[in-house]
């Protein structure tokens, strides 16, 4: 079982990265597989509307030149997704709506590729926004048909650490990691996990 967290981040290692891990944290102990995916630095530009992907339907997106298609490569691999954004205006960074947008689109147009997949997601707030941001990441999932097991995992914090300074936000961050193993478990013995897509040929 893995699952696998995208920081929508500017900063690699700031508060929305130190969430992150104390939720992989809670799921390595129950022997879940993780890794972290970050955005920052990374190429990654917004949907062009092209719908090439509906035409294609190769599980990819036509732009090749940044990380999205890497990224939906590990969201159809993966039997659980953490997304993860620090607020910027009120909602997510614009790395994240990008990711958002481009392997929300390609899901559709291949039928629905994150399907019965479970997923959640943390915010880090310096004081407004934190449950719009979490809403745009949530309707993501919900959207893809995934399954959220309560409560998104929010910190606050400016600079990088404070929210090491949050005891209720990195509780919350625990138990998002918790609640996602838990029930990643009990799909697994229902039989009931999500089925996995095979890759297409290129
Ligand atoms: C461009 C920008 C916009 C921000 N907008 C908000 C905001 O609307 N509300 C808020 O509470 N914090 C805002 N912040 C503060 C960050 O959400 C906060 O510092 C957060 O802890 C950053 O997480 P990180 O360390 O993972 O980058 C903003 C920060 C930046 C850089």
């Not at 294609?56 to 590990?74: A, W």
């Not at 691999?77 to 620090?86: E, F, Q, T």
């Not at 209720?168 to 009990?186: H, P």
Request: charged residues 25%; proline residues 2%; aromatic residues 4%.
């Amino acid at each position: 079982m893995k699952v696998v967290a995208f920081n929508g981040s500017a900063r690699k290692n700031g508060n929305t990265a130190i969430l992150i891990r104390y939720a992989l944290k809670e799921l390595e102990k129950e022997g879940i597989d993780t890794e972290l995916v970050q955005l920052a630095g990374k190429r990654i530009r917004g949907c062009t509307a092209c719908m090439k992907c509906f035409e294609t339907r190769d599980q990819r997106c036509i732009i090749k030149n940044d990380i999205v298609n890497r990224c939906i490569r590990k969201m159809i691999d993966a039997d659980g997704i953490i997304l993860g954004s620090p607020v910027y205006f009120l909602d997510v960074s614009p790395e994240m709506k990008a990711l958002i947008d481009r392997c929300g689109f390609v899901s559709m147009a291949n039928g629905g590729l994150y399907r019965h997949k479970v997923g959640s997601a943390v915010v880090a707030v310096r004081r407004t926004g934190a449950s719009r941001t979490a809403d745009t990441m949530l309707h993501f999932l919900l959207a893809g048909d995934m399954i959220i097991p309560g409560f998104p995992g929010i910190g606050i914090g400016r600079n990088i650490g404070d929210v090491e300074d949050d005891a209720e936000g990195i509780e919350r961050a625990k138990n998002l990691g918790k609640n996602m193993a838990w029930l990643l478990r009990t799909l697994e013995t229902a039989g009931q996990a999500a089925e996995p897509i095979l890759a297409k040929e290129a």
